[in-house]
Structure formats: structure tokens, C-alpha cells
């Protein structure tokens, strides 16, 4: 591989008049210096002396930061305790023209705060005489207070020229500085080039599901908490959650992993207090090189110096791209592997870790024709795939609408009616990923071994979007675990969008209660029928079958009328709002309630309809040697000790419990293969490429 500082000097340059620039920063010539068109700048940044003070005890952590034409180009490491800080560190910039001085800024690092600044400066490019070391003596300067002395900054910088000769090492260099500059994180060091095409090692993904039992730091006895996560240099703040103990987050979020060894996450819980400084609540930190890769864990972390818990999920997943024909641990392509994983799910081994149902492998392929998201007519696109509350990522392909992963993944399912996750989307330094398309997969639908291509949907899943997506996928389950996990609630997911009012959202709620009361109503015609004779055969069997049963019904309804203080418009235009989003949300449970006794019926789920089948069945042969009155009785005696043989047991009817798994008719719709276009066939774009 091609050295980025080691581009040969340009022989057929124009003359260059050059400033030659002393420690003082005096200069020794007053001619412009023209612009060949592209440089390279190595800069050693050697130490400070006499900082600024910002810390209580008269110190600072201070670290640098390099910036050109507004984008971040190096930082470096914090020297903790220090105003004269040594660094010695080396990085290689390149850049564009001179026009655009080199900015300097120094800040002092603070634990679960907002950095302190520390003063600045600017380097004037077009005074470096080319092609010799030059010694620069920085002085900072804070532009509020101009006054105030904050020491200097000692650097050795060396500029060059480079020549149009080396076109490709060129395009190289200038892409992974850009990328560089996208992730405001670190410069390009020569090592940068020899990672594949990217800076970072890998991604953190971290979902803060809840807290319990913090702090009281008000006078009411509560709190209003949010928590601060840092990781290096990359920060999150929580939103707030007011006046609790236990509060709810369900927020997840990313960092980039630069350390191939791992890194520490700083956590901090603070208090809100208006006008105040927020308290502090307690901290906890999280080792990442302690945690297994590509694999979700979930933590409870004691906060230290303060009371309670924080409940995570931490995700670790490598940036590396896996060619899938050298997988030798996670492929089921070997034999011997694969024998090993159908022995581990076989029939014989019902009872052995109930909770453990079953194996997904994924093979994140390709994705073609994606939606360009930004202005170049390019996207740079990475995958999240997801199953319940485990998330992983695979490395983003910069300037690409084509692009390739090669990515495998490995789930544990919990429950085979668990519906995977594949979403694209967009990377983006300025703001959140943009969506690019998603598609939504029950895991009983999937068809071993198949490399098929999905037609991305929208964030709905009602309808295409732009782009398809190559997967391959391996699903290898025990049927009997399955089938037992089937009657026991379903695993909460904690990251969930939130339910919005919606107009087309509401009427379309409205239409489906509609008809599955219509079906009541249709049933109750039916049954009035029976009584009016319009079809003595079935008024008949009608009137002999109710001589053999004996039906109480009793019909209760209780209406609170609750009297509320007056409100402001605002408040009563929030409250309407509210009512109308819980009418929208009662109605699509009514509708999906219905919706799912029909599909049930149906066979909709194949692997459902016969599991109620044989229940029935089982039922049905039980009945017939076992009296009534003995599985009543314990039947009653299983729910009255439940809690006491189990007292975080969770409450559940195991009928509601096997309905949450059958889809309603939205699901249906959601969860339907869009049929690709015949180019997007892989086996034509084999012959294709053959050709």
C-alpha cells in the first residue's frame, strides 16, 4: 500500500514565491505564495506552556484540536493535571488550497461536563516556506477576553507540494480526509490508511431502558434525572424524565469505537434543578473490552457515590468487513458446525434451557438502487439489524448507491414469532441517520439458505421505497420449546416508536372495528333467525341445542365522570389530544383482537393454527378421562400458590399470550414480500457479470 506522506514532490511546478515564518511569527517576505493544488501538511504538535487554569485546584486536562474550514481534522490525547502539557504527537493533514488558515483550540477535558475552553489561534498557511521543517510559537487568545494571557502552543509543521502525477494515492488520500472531517473526530494519520475505508474499529450501540430506586435530590422526595454517557470524546445526553425515581428512558444511541482493545463508557446521573446547578445523582462506568462482540448483553449497573441502578443494553459490533466465504465460526455452511447447532435444537433436548428456542444466522449481502441522500447524488449507507431488543450494525459504505457488506450476523431467538428487522439508513455528521428503507421478516417465513433479494419498504411497511436488499438467511429451531414459549408473554421491546395522532391512522382503525363488529352484528342476525323460523332445520337443531345449555350473561357498565379544574386552551387542546390518540390505540386493539381470531382461523400462521389444533385436541382427550371438576380444581389451585411459589411471576392468560403472536391484518401487510424487479434476480447479475 501506498505511503500518503510519501507522494513524490512535483518536478514541473510553476515558481513559487514563498514567507518564510520565525518563532516569533514575524515574516521575512511579503510576495503571495500561488497554490499547486494540492498539499500535504505534517504537523508535530510538541507541548503548552503556562495554560490557563480551569479546574478547582488550579490545573487543567487539556487536549488540542485541529480544524480547516470548519471541519475537525485532529485531536489530540488529554494530558490530565497539567499546564504544560508535552505531547509530542505527529498527524499528516492534506489540504486543498491555503486560503483556509489551520485553527487551534484548546480545551480543558471534564468528566460528565461540558468541556471549558482554553484559548485559540490561527496558523497562516501561506506563510510556511515549502519543503523545510519550520518551528511556529502559537499564542492563545480568547476572543471575549482579549486581554487575559492563556499561554502558548508549540508546533513543528512541514508543507509540501504534491503533483497531479499520482492521480489514484491522491483521490485515496483526499476521500479518507473528507471522511475524516464527516466524524469531527480524529485526523488522517498515516496509519488511517491501511483501515479500510474507515477511522473507526467498530460501533457501541447502547439503549438505556430505565432507572430504579435513585436519588432523591428535591424536596418532594423526588428527582427529575437524565443521565450523561461519554466515550472519549463522543457525548450523549438523555432527555429528562420529571419527578421520579424510576424513570423510563427506552433511548438508544451509537458511538464509534476507535480502540481495537475496547474503551471505558463514562455514565453520569444528574438531577435537573432549574437555575440551579444540576446535582449529582451517582455515576457507573462500562468496560468494553469485558463484553463479548456481536452480541447483546443486558446490564445492571450499581451508580457509585449515590443510590440506585441503571438498566442497559450494550452492543458491540465490529466495523470490519467478513467475507462470508472465510467464515469458519458463524457459517453453517460447515457441516460439522451445523450438525452440532441441529443436535443442540433436536427434539431429544426439550427440556434442556427452555429459554433457548433457537439459531438465526444473517447474511447481509448487498443492498442495490438505493435513495440519495445527500446533495452529491450519493448515500453512504449502513445496515441495523434487528430482533426484539438485539441490535447490530454493520460498517457504512461511503459515496455509495451499490453497496456491499458481506456481513454476517448470529442470533439466539427466544421466540420463533419474532419478526427480524433489516433498516438502511444514511450516515450523517450533522444530525440522525437519514431512512433509507426497511423490511420486516417473521422469522417463520424464511426459507433456508436462500440468497433472495427484498424490495426496501417505507418506515410503515405499507408500501416500496426506493432500493433492494440481498439476504441470506438460516433459521434452525426446537418446535416443542417453540410451541411451550408460544403461551407465555411475549418479550417486551423497549425501544418502540411512540403512537402519534393521526388522521389516516384513526380512520383506518375506525374501518377495521367496523368489521369485525359487523361480524357480531351478522352473527346476531344469524341467531335471531333461528327464533323467527326462517329455517326450520336450523331453528330446530337451534332449539335442541339450547335445551342443553344454560348460558348467564351479565353485562356491567361503569362510567366515571371525572370533574378536572379549568385548563388553559393549550392544555385542553393537549388533553383532546390525548383522548383522541388513546381512542386511536383502543380501536386498533379492539380491531387486532378481531383481526387475530379470524387469522387464527385462517391459517394465516400455519405453524399457529396447527399448535391450536393440537391444544385442542390434547384438550379434548383430557376431558375425556378426567373429569371437570378435577382440572377446575387444579386449574384454581395453579392461580391461587402462583405467586406464592413465584412471586415475580408475571401475571398472564395464556389464550391472550398465543393471540399476541398471530398477526392482525396491518401485520399482514407489513410482514408481505414486495416482488423485486427481474434485474435485481443475483442469478441474473451473475450471468451478467460472467458476460
Known amino acids: ?58 490545573t487543567s486536562d487539556p487536549y488540542v484540536k485541529f480544524k480547516i474550514g470548519g471541519k475537525e481534522v485532529f485531536r489530540s490525547k488529554i494530558i490530565h493535571k497539567n499546564l504544560n502539557p508535552v505531547w509530542e504527537e505527529k498527524t499528516c493533514i492534506l489540504v486543498d488550497h491555503l486560503r483556509e488558515p489551520l485553527y487551534i483550540k484548546v480545551f480543558d477535558y471534564d468528566f460528565g461536563l461540558q468541556d471549558d475552553f482554553m484559548g485559540s489561534a490561527f496558523l497562516d498557511l501561506t506563510q510556511l516556506e515549502l519543503n523545510r521543517p519550520t518551528d511556529v510559537t502559537l499564542t492563545l487568545k480568547d476572543p471575549h477576553y482579549p486581554d487575559h494571557d492563556l499561554g502558548i502552543i508549540l508546533l513543528s509543521v512541514v508543507l509540501t507540494p504534491k503533483e497531479g502525477e499520482s492521480r489514484d494515492v491522491t483521490m485515496l488520500m ?27 474499529r467498530g460501533i457501541v450501540s447502547i439503549t438505556l431502558i430505565e432507572g430504579r430506586d435513585l436519588k432523591a435530590m428535591d424536596s418532594n422526595g423526588l428527582s427529575d434525572p437524565y443521565v450523561k454517557f461519554r466515550l472519549g470524546h463522543q457525548k450523549y445526553k438523555s432527555k429528562i424524565m420529571p419527578k421520579t425515581l424510576n424513570p423510563q428512558w427506552r433511548e438508544q444511541f451509537d458511538f464509534h469505537l476507535y480502540e481495537e482493545r475496547g474503551g471505558i463508557i463514562d455514565i453520569t446521573a444528574w438531577d435537573k434543578d432549574a437555575g440551579k446547578r444540576d446535582d449529582f445523582i451517582g455515576r457507573c462506568q462500562v468496560d468494553l473490552s469485558a463484553l463479548s462482540r456481536e452480541q447483546t448483553h443486558k446490564l445492571e449497573l450499581q451508580l457509585e457515590e449515590g443510590e440506585g441502578h441503571l438498566v442497559l443494553l450494550v452492543t458491540l459490533t465490529a466495523s470490519a468487513t467478513v467475507s462470508i466465504s472465510d467464515l469458519s465460526v458463524n457459517s453453517l455452511e460447515d457441516q460439522k458446525e451445523r450438525e452440532e447447532i441441529l443436535k443442540r435444537y433436536s427434539p431429544l433436548r426439550i427440556f434442556h434451557n427452555l429459554k433457548d428456542v433457537g439459531f438465526l444466522q444473517v447474511k447481509v449481502i448487498r443492498a442495490e438502487g438505493l435513495m440519495a441522500a445527500d446533495v452529491t447524488g450519493k448515500s453512504d449507507p449502513f445496515c441495523v439489524v434487528e430482533l426484539n431488543n438485539d441490535r447490530l450494525l454493520t460498517h457504512t459504505v461511503y459515496k455509495n448507491l451499490n453497496p456491499e457488506w458481506n456481513k454476517v450476523f448470529t442470533f439466539n431467538i427466544k421466540d420463533i414469532h419474532s419478526v427480524l428487522e433489516v433498516t438502511v439508513y444514511d450516515e450523517d455528521r450533522d444530525r440522525s441517520a437519514d431512512f433509507l428503507g426497511k423490511v420486516a421478516i417473521p422469522l417463520l417465513s424464511i426459507q433456508n439458505g436462500e440468497q433472495k433479494a427484498y424490495v426496501l419498504k417505507n418506515k410503515q411497511l405499507t408500501g416500496p421505497t426506493k432500493g433492494v436488499i440481498y439476504l441470506e438467511i438460516d433459521v434452525i429451531f426446537n418446535a416443542v420449546k417453540a410451541s ?16 402519534r395522532l393521526s388522521k389516516q391512522l384513526l380512520l383506518r382503525n375506525f374501518i377495521r372495528t367496523k368489521r369485525c363488529v359487523m361480524v357480531l352484528v351478522n352473527a346476531a342476525y344469524y341467531v335471531n333467525s333461528c327464533f323467527d323460523w326462517d329455517s326450520p332445520p336450523r331453528s330446530l337443531a337451534a332449539f335442541v341445542v339450547m335445551e342443553d345449555m344454560l348460558e348467564d350473561e351479565e353485562e356491567e357498565d361503569d362510567k366515571d365522570d371525572k370533574d378536572s379544574e379549568k385548563k ?124
Open 568 to 691: 388553559g386552551f393549550i392544555n385542553k387542546i393537549y388533553a383532546i389530544q390525548e383522548v383522541c390518540v388513546s381512542v386511536q390505540n383502543i380501536l386498533d386493539e379492539v380491531a387486532s383482537f378481531g383481526e387475530r381470531i379470524k387469522n387464527t382461523f385462517n391459517w394465516t400462521v400455519p405453524f399457529l393454527s396447527w399448535l391450536a389444533i393440537v391444544a385442542l385436541c390434547v384438550f379434548t382427550v383430557i376431558l375425556y378421562f378426567i373429569p371437570l371438576r378435577y382440572i377446575v380444581l387444579v386449574w384454581g389451585i395453579n392461580k391461587f400458590t402462583k405467586k406464592l411459589r413465584s412471586p415475580y411471576a408475571i401475571d398472564n392468560n395464556e389464550l391472550l399470550d398465543f393471540l399476541s403472536r398471530v398477526p392482525s391484518d396491518v401485520q399482514v401487510v407489513q410482514y408481505q414480500e414486495l416482488k423485486p424487479d427481474p434485474s435485481h434476480s443475483p442469478y441474473k447479475r451473475k450471468k451478467n457479470n460472467l458476460g
Open 484 to 499: 411451550l414459549r408460544t403461551l407465555i408473554p411475549k418479550e417486551q421491546k423497549y425501544i418502540e416508536e411512540e403512537n
Open 1 to 58: 500500500m501506498l505511503d500518503s506522506c510519501k507522494l513524490k514532490t512535483a518536478c514541473n511546478l510553476p515558481f513559487i514565491y514563498n514567507k518564510k515564518i520565525n518563532t516569533a511569527g514575524t515574516s521575512n517576505a511579503d510576495v503571495p505564495l500561488a497554490d499547486p493544488g494540492m498539499y500535504q501538511l505534517d504537523i508535530t504538535l510538541r507541548r503548552g506552556q503556562s495554560l490557563a487554569a480551569r479546574d478547582r485546584g488550579g
Open 174 to 200: 483526499r476521500k479518507s480526509w473528507k471522511r475524516s472531517s464527516k466524524f469531527q473526530t480524529q485526523s488522517l494519520r498515516l496509519s488511517d490508511l491501511h483501515r479500510k475505508s474507515h477511522l473507526w
